[in-house]
Each structure stands twice: as C-alpha cells, then as structure tokens.
C-alpha cells in the first residue's frame, strides 16, 4: 500500500498508510477500538477501495482492475476470517466450508471433497455435519477458517479472530493461523490481545488512522 487513504465524510479512517507486506509473513494489527484497523484491512483484502493512493497485490494494482477482475482476483487470493464468524444458522459445517467456493465453478461433489479435507485440516472431521448452534464458538472459528482457505488461498486477513473465544478457544485459533503461516500461507492478524501481538514476528500499530510502528520497518522512517 502506498499513501492509502479513507475517509468516511469528515472522518479519516485511515491516513496516508504505507504498508508493504512480503509473500509468506504473518504479522499483528493491533490500535484501540476506532483507530482504523479493520479499515486498513479491508483495502487490503479489496473489500473496500480507498480514497486515495495505491494497493498492489501479487503486482497488480487493484485500481485498475475492472469490478470482475477484481473479484476474480480475491477469490483466487485472499481468504476473510471476522470475529462473528460469519457462518449461516442452519447450514452444517461441510455446506458452509463448501459454499466458500460456490464461485469457483467447481461441482458440489468436489467442492464438498475439498471441505471434508479441509474441515479435517482444522480437526473438525468429527463435526461435518453439525450447524452452527451445536459448536462451540472455537468451533465456528475453526469452521469459518476451514471456508476461508478452502481454495489455499496465498494470504488469509482475519479481523480480531479471537475477539469472541474464552482465551483457550483463541490459543486454538490462534495455533491453527500458525500452522497455516507455516505451510505458507501469508497470514494477517488484527487483534487487540497484546500477548498475541507479541507472539507473531511482526508488529504494526495504527492510532487516529496512522500507522504508528511497524516493527518491521526502522523506527525513523515510518512516516508520520
Ligand atoms: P477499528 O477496526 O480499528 O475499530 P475501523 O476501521 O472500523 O476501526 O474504523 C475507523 C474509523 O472509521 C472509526 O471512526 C469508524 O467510526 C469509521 N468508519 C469505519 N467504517 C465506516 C463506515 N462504513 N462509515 C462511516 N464511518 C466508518
Ligand atoms: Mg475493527
């Protein structure tokens, strides 16, 4: 990203961010409540587009793809996980992890082979068939993640994952994002628990819709 902006009428969401982020990392956005950090993570994902400046990802720049291209783009690319998880009352595990990939034009049959694998991957083989009100929240989680990289996507955005689990419920999330990262994928963090922050390699703080810190990035040339 460079010199990404995003105002919402008189409030500047995000300011002037510049962020480049490497194939393979995983990293924190951490900032109080307000400060811009989902913002800042749904231009990333292209979910929203910015008002000002650049997002390039895999050397496209996103503003000058046409709406079809750029969905074709995310569905190939990023995988979305949020903190309420997202997932439909009534539908079970496997159809929802399936669903993921409903715009893939792949038939169901494999679509639910692929969620099977998936759902396995993240230890929830013995709940294919269980709808949202029998799991538990760490569950949903872990159901929402199985969906989200069902098509390996090369980066997976997760907006404060653990912000609704009971704290063991998050380290399982937060294990299964590790696991993830180190079978490649690169893998992006908001969260406000400081002790997850500091467990993952990189650090960026955003404040009032600037980046404050980035650990990864000398102190003196972050731009303010
Ligand atoms: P965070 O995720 O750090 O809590 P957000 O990125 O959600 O922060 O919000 C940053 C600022 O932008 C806040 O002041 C918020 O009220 C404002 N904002 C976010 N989304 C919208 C929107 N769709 N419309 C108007 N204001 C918004
Ligand atoms: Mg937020």
Redo the contacts with the bound molecule.
């Keep these: 990203m460079s010199g990404v902006s995003k105002s ?2 008189d ?1 500047a ?1 995000l300011a002037d961010a510049e962020l480049a982020i490497r194939h393979g990392e995983m990293l924190a956005i951490v ?1 109080p ?8 993570l749904n231009i990333m994902g292209t979910l929203a587009r910015p008002t000002a400046g650049t997002v390039r990802i895999g050397g496209h720049a996103v503003d000058e793809l046409s709406d079809r291209e750029l969905s074709a783009l995310r569905a190939a690319t990023i995988g979305f996980v949020f903190q309420s998880f997202h997932l439909a009352a009534g539908v079970p595990a496997l159809d929802a992890v399936a669903d993921g990939m409903l715009y893939s034009g792949r038939p169901l049959r494999e679509r639910r082979r692929l969620a099977r694998r998936t759902l396995r991957r993240v230890g929830l083989g013995h709940r294919l068939f269980n709808e949202p009100h029998q799991l538990s929240g760490g569950e949903k989680q872990r159901v929402a993640i199985a969906r989200a990289v069902l098509g390996d996507p090369p980066l997976l955005l997760a907006d404060e994952p653990t912000g609704a689990l009971d704290s063991r419920s998050g380290t399982v999330v937060m294990e299964l994002l590790h696991e993830l990262h180190a079978a490649g994928t690169t893998v992006v963090v ?1 969260t406000h628990d400081r002790d997850i922050a500091a467990s993952l390699p990189r650090e960026v703080r955003i404040k009032d ?1 600037r980046i404050e810190s980035d650990s990864a990035v000398p102190e003196r040339t972050v731009l303010r």
């Design positions: 919402y009428g409030v969401a900032g409540s307000g400060s811009g950090k989902s913002t800042l908001i819709g």
